[in-house]
């Protein structure tokens, strides 16, 4: 069966200072790979998503960045964080070509700037 | 563009009650569409979805059914417990993208 993971679980960073979320997956073969963030109390906001390795879209142009090293592997990053970076990350994947394609997702990563 | 609308929350509702959260949708095409639940703290979780007109997912004593005429796909539950208390987003696919609504939040207490 698929799993996914994402860490760290929580993260506390100050105000300018680098980051690098990751998330991987198992289970399945080039599976397209999306990186969300969840404001508090709010809905989700696609920020990238890659249907391969080295393959990026961008949804949300801002100070972090993401990159696919690896079929099943997905980084979240930034070179200085903001205030309004703090969130809930969420990484998701899904395998497509199919009506059936569903989005499965991961435990997230709680991140707060400081 | 495409998009889903879900109805504000929060929601609070006795245990045994009976639940409805709606969703309808704008769509090109044939869209699937989906219901999630996330819980405290936690990623979103599958929680049903129907890949075409008149189909009906169900899960956990949840159900919802595409209705294609009315672009609706009514999240419901004959009897809630303490246990479902969660955000529940509803979702679409078209083409090759997934799109989201605002999540409603649901709160059940005895």
């Known amino acids: 069966s698929q799993t996914i993971h994402q860490w760290p679980a929580t993260l506390v960073q100050p105000v300018g200072s680098p980051l690098s979320l990751e998330c991987t997956v198992e289970g399945t073969s080039n599976p397209n790979l999306y990186w969300y963030r969840q404001a508090a109390g709010r809905g989700l906001q696609l920020l990238f998503y890659?249907?391969?390795?080295?393959?990026i879209s961008s949804e949300v142009p801002q100070n972090l960045s993401a990159s696919r090293p690896q079929d099943r592997q997905f980084i979240l990053s930034s070179k200085k964080l903001l205030l309004s970076d703090s969130g809930f990350y969420l990484c998701?994947?899904?395998?497509?070509?199919?009506?059936?394609?569903?989005?499965?997702f991961g435990p997230g990563t709680r991140l707060l700037v400081l | 563009g495409d998009s889903v609308t879900q109805m504000e929350g929060p929601v609070t509702l006795s245990e045994e009650a009976f639940l409805t959260i709606n969703c309808t949708y704008t769509?090109?095409?044939?869209?699937?569409l989906f219901w999630y639940v996330q819980y405290p703290g936690e990623g979103l979780q599958l929680l049903l979805k129907a890949t075409k007109a008149d189909d009906k997912g169900s899960n956990k004593g949840f159900e919802a059914t595409y209705r294609k005429e009315t672009t609706s796909f009514h999240l419901e539950k004959g009897s809630v417990q303490v246990s479902d208390s969660a955000v529940y987003f509803c979702?679409?696919?078209?083409?090759?993208?997934?799109?989201f609504g605002t999540g409603t939040s649901l709160t059940v207490i005895p």
């Open positions: 979702a679409l696919k078209s083409g090759n993208q997934f799109y």
């Open positions: 890659s249907v391969g390795i080295g393959q």
């Open positions: 769509a090109t095409g044939y869209p699937s």
């Open positions: 998701a994947w899904s395998v497509g070509g199919s009506p059936q394609e569903t989005q499965y």
